[in-house]
């Protein structure tokens, strides 16, 4: 158990849905970040939120948001969902932004979308 | 062209082999480089990270960066059947005031018994 929780672990939901990712951070972690993987594409930054604020964004659909809570909860929605959003969607944390090799991953989001 | 290029494989090597896995990247504003081991159906986890051109070696496992080629690599000796894994490079870079990490394709290795 790598301390970063991820729910729900498999999702399946048909197209023009939405949908809502968790992810609970390692504990004193301050920092989470959302990736998502695909057989195509690898690991893709999509969002980072540092104590509550959003730091960076990466690739990120118009259709996807996220937010982090003051528990430090993160969740990312995903609307309107097409079948190219089927992947792994991941969330890592870390303690602050200064150590790019503390990232710590959770065991991800399966989301299949039919 | 991607910023990180990484031989996406399948490796197969038998057991005891000398594994190389490679990356070259493009972008010089790289700082830190990270090898990650991913199992099926988990998250990826650090395995080594490394600033500086040169050699780093943890047990059975040394990474090499060259910056003078943009050129990464992960060298595994006495590999185990637990070493089948999907290892990824990634690197970091300034984002926006932060840190943004640009992973590989990733290369699937399995080690036969």
């Known amino acids: 158990d790598s301390g970063v929780t991820q729910t729900p672990k498999h999702l399946i939901t048909a197209t023009g849905q939405r949908v809502t990712l968790r992810c609970s951070p390692r504990s004193g972690d301050l920092s989470v970040y959302w990736y998502q993987q695909s057989l195509d594409q690898g690991l893709q930054f999509l969002i980072q939120?540092?104590?509550?604020?959003?730091?960076a964004k990466g690739n990120i659909l118009e259709r996807f948001s996220a937010q982090q809570f003051p528990d430090l909860h993160s969740e990312l929605n995903l609307s309107s969902l097409e079948l190219g959003d089927s992947a792994l969607y991941f969330c890592a944390s870390s303690v602050d932004e200064g150590q790019p090799w503390g990232y710590t991953f959770g065991s991800g989001t399966r989301l299949t979308v039919v | 062209q991607k910023e990180v290029e990484q031989d996406p494989g399948p490796l197969s090597v038998p057991e005891g082999a000398i594994v190389s896995l490679n990356c070259t990247y493009s972008n010089s504003a790289f700082q830190y480089f990270m090898w990650y081991r991913q199992y099926s159906r988990k998250g990826p986890e650090l395995l080594m990270y490394t600033y500086s051109s040169g050699n780093k070696e943890d047990g059975r496992f040394t990474a090499q960066v060259d910056k003078s080629s943009k050129y990464i690599s992960l060298f595994i000796r006495d590999s185990q059947p637990s070493d089948s894994a999907t290892y990824l490079c990634a690197m970091n870079k300034p984002l926006q005031g932060a840190q943004k990490l640009v992973f590989g394709q990733g290369t699937r290795l399995t080690i036969n018994p």
């Open positions: 939120y540092y104590n509550g604020e959003e730091r």
